[in-house]
């Protein structure tokens, strides 16, 4: 499967050695590169979908403007600051142009482990237009993210989260190999400022990412077929 390579370390920089530069991750299934002023329009097509208002934390009701602020405030401040990495999914090619969904990495920071003693943690989040759906677009913007990340050494564990009943997020991140932690407060803060209990999970550097046991089957009704 091609790849496009990537930094060998975690400081991938700009010249003035003081922001993270972004990255491009690609293989025959998909290409991750940095969202632009240009998509905001799917943004804003993709972003009016029911299920988002009730299980993302996006504003709602979603307006161009927001779209507008996350391409322009949001994703570049990201990783300017160092703190979250967010890339578009593209068809695969230098001149595909076309959004498909939208996948980030966000930087927790240490978190200690009983077992493996302090972790460096990332977060993900990700979320896909209707049209692109069923299609293994996410899992593989997983795969390439996680391979990055772990490659790098920017992270050793990746925390996932989504309110409970969100199937879909369940299910990719089953098939992506995380194990099931629980069910607890939502880490993340809902648009209200509440913190929703929701289905969570950890995949670490050194698992095989293969699918785990444990999961609720409430989660995984769709995915045991799959």
């Known amino acids: 499967m091609r790849r496009s390579p990537w930094p060998t370390t975690a400081l991938a920089c ?6 993270m530069l972004p990255v491009v991750l690609e293989s025959d299934l998909v ?3 940095a969202p632009v002023a240009a998509d905001a329009a799917r ?5 009016q979908d029911p299920s988002f208002e009730r299980y993302l934390t996006v504003p709602w009701p979603y307006q161009f403007e ?6 322009a405030e949001y994703v ?3 990783w300017a600051s160092d703190t979250e990495y967010t890339w578009a999914l593209r068809a695969p090619g230098w001149k595909s142009a076309e959004l498909l969904g939208v996948i980030g990495l966000r930087l927790l920071g240490p978190s200690v482990d009983e077992q493996a003693g302090v972790l460096q943690l990332g977060s993900v989040g990700f979320w896909l237009g ?3 759906r069923g299609q293994g677009l996410i899992g593989e913007a997983q795969r390439l993210v996680f391979d990055w990340a772990f490659g790098t050494g920017l992270v050793d ?7 409970r009943g969100n199937t879909a997020s369940a299910r990719a991140a089953w098939k992506a190999g995380f194990s099931y932690a629980g069910v607890a407060p939502s880490v993340a803060a809902y648009r209200d400022g509440t913190h ?4 969570q999970g950890q995949l670490r550097a050194g698992d095989d990412r293969g699918r785990r046991p444990g999961w609720p089957a409430e989660a995984l009704t769709e995915a045991l077929s799959a």
Do not use: T
Request: aromatic share 18%; net charge negative.
């Open 14 to 19: 700009f010249p003035d050695g003081k922001r």
């Open 31 to 33: 290409r991750l590169d």
């Open 43 to 47: 943004v804003f097509e993709y972003c």
């Open 66 to 71: 927001h779209a507008e602020g996350f391409l």
């Open 76 to 78: 570049p401040g990201g």
């Open 130 to 132: 209707a049209p692109f």
């Open 157 to 163: 564990a990746v925390h996932w989260e989504c309110i």
């Open 196 to 199: 929703p209990l929701s289905w």
